[in-house]
């Protein structure tokens, strides 16, 4: 192969150095987190007792806190199982696929071409011709377009795994709600059936009083509709029970005809939840995290339009042989070779490069917004969550004192009623608010937990370090 002219390879070599040293001549914003004014402390914080981190809390799983084996085996096969959870995997290796496709646009490309032509005519004979040929293209990265677009890709994709990390966090907080709601319809059907059989007990002893004379009709049939209403809502609880079980199935993956979830012991254990100060949800909360991350892929995007004002340049090389016999191919002193350098710059498109750019600008803003806008409701999220755990542990000690007062007033009744000193329905009365009253210190309980997970979620999950 003959050498090639000094001048020849000079030029190229001489505007590669040349990109490679203006290279550092990127245009567009560098990108900056959006301000937010952020509280020293939460406001329904006061009164409530912190709690240091549990070992369990550092290892992240927080579901273990609630001491509860069942619940710990369910929320292992959200992560393996579930479909939102398995599609937000899928979309975050999908968007760490582009990251790589646009870290590949950052080097050259590099072709091998190949091919035969046979030719001829009515005067000449036919001839063959053979080529084969290497070449390579390469766009250096002059104005940061490449590698802004590498970045914006690179946010784009810790976006999408922050997004992972939100599907997972919601999928479990789910499943634990809907458990201990079950949970809790399994307590409230074992009272209800411990109260239908008081209130059996009750509509035996008004039969025996109705059939010797003492009370009259009214009594009994008072006494037959509270048993037949009680036992009416213990069927509904089997209704809301089997949703309950069936959204479980589906969270952990499962078709619901083909899960089971049987009654057992309600396990109505309180973590103690580590607060922290509000600066510390912007880096626990995977939603802030995602949306953050969207900020800087959308000021990637203003650099990368930006750009576009500014002229594009390639270099191109190949080299390659001809023979007219394929065996002479590679043996052949006759060799091609070439080099490029090309250049463009769009002179006139009446503003519409201007255009992007204000609009790159635009969206930067919206999800600058967004940022703030999540910040604030995660700010919010915990608030209520606090505001709403104090108040039930006020709550809890009424409910207790409300329940003791009804369950003494309820026998001291139905023993009067024995004597023949009150009427039936002041019967009726004290057990539909004896009832009552068990009934809300188990809604409460479960209501405390489930503010307890509402408040994990809050705070952004586990407590890994």
């Known amino acids: 192969m003959p ?35 952020t509280p020293a402390s939460y406001k329904e914080l006061p009164g409530w007792v912190q709690a240091n981190p549990a070992d369990a809390i550092e290892r992240g799983a927080w579901w273990a806190l609630f001491n509860d084996p069942a619940l710990n085996a369910l929320v292992t096969q959200v992560e393996v199982s579930n479909q939102n959870v398995a599609a937000a995997t899928a979309a975050y290796a999908q968007a760490r696929a582009l990251v790589r496709e646009q870290r590949a646009g950052l080097f050259p490309v590099v072709g091998l071409d190949g091919s035969g032509r046979r030719a001829g005519g009515d005067a000449a004979g036919a001839a063959s011709t053979y080529q084969a040929s290497i070449g390579a293209s390469w766009e250096p990265d002059v104005w940061g377009r490449l590698s802004r677009t590498v970045d914006s890709a690179s ?6 795994n922050a997004d992972l990390a939100s599907a997972l966090l919601a ?18 059907s074992a009272l209800l059936q411990t109260t239908i059989t008081g209130f059996e007990r009750s509509l035996a002893i008004t039969q025996n009083r109705y059939q010797a004379g003492i009370a009259p ?25 089997a949703q309950l079980e069936h959204a479980i199935a589906v969270l952990v993956g499962q078709a619901p005809g083909n899960f089971t ?22 880096q626990r909360r995977p939603d802030i995290a995602a949306a953050v991350r969207r900020v800087a892929a959308a000021n990637e995007q203003i650099g990368i339009a930006q750009s576009a004002l500014y002229p594009s340049l390639s270099l191109s090389a190949s080299t390659g042989v001809g023979a007219s016999r394929i065996g002479e191919l590679f043996s052949a002193s006759t060799a091609v070779w070439s080099l490029g ?27 600058a917004a967004r940022y703030r806008q999540t910040v604030l409701v995660a700010f919010q999220g915990v608030e209520d969550q606090l505001s709403a755990t104090s ?3 006020q709550q ?34 004290a057990q539909a608010s004896a009832l009552g009253a068990r009934r809300a210190l188990v809604q409460l309980a479960a209501d405390r937990q489930v503010t307890a997970v509402a408040l994990i979620q809050a705070l952004g999950g586990g407590w890994t370090e």
Request: glycine fraction near 4%; charge should be positive.
């Open 3 to 37: 050498l090639i002219p000094r001048s020849r390879w000079l030029a190229p070599v001489a505007f590669t150095v040349l990109a490679a040293a203006i290279s550092g001549c990127a245009v567009g914003p560098v990108y900056q987190r959006p301000v937010l004014a």
């Open 155 to 160: 946010a784009s994709a810790q976006a999408s």
């Open 171 to 188: 999928a479990q907080g789910e499943l634990a709600i809907n458990y201990f709601s079950l949970r809790q319809t399994d307590a409230q």
């Open 217 to 241: 009709k009214t009594d009994l049939l008072q006494a037959q509709t509270q048993l037949a209403n009680a036992q009416a809502e213990l069927v509904g609880l089997v209704r809301q029970r």
């Open 261 to 282: 979830l049987a009654m057992a012991p309600w396990t109505a254990t309180l973590p103690q939840v580590p607060v922290g100060v509000p600066s510390t949800l912007l």
């Open 341 to 367: 350098l090309s250049t463009a710059q769009v002179l006139f498109d009446a503003g519409a490069r201007r255009e992007r750019i204000n609009e790159s600008r635009a969206a930067q803003e919206q999800a």
């Open 391 to 393: 108040v039930l542990m």
């Open 396 to 429: 809890q000690v009424l409910r207790e004192q409300a329940s003791r007062a009804a369950d003494e007033t309820e026998v001291q009744t139905l023993n009067r009623y024995r004597a023949g000193q009150v009427a039936y329905t002041e019967v009726v009365t």
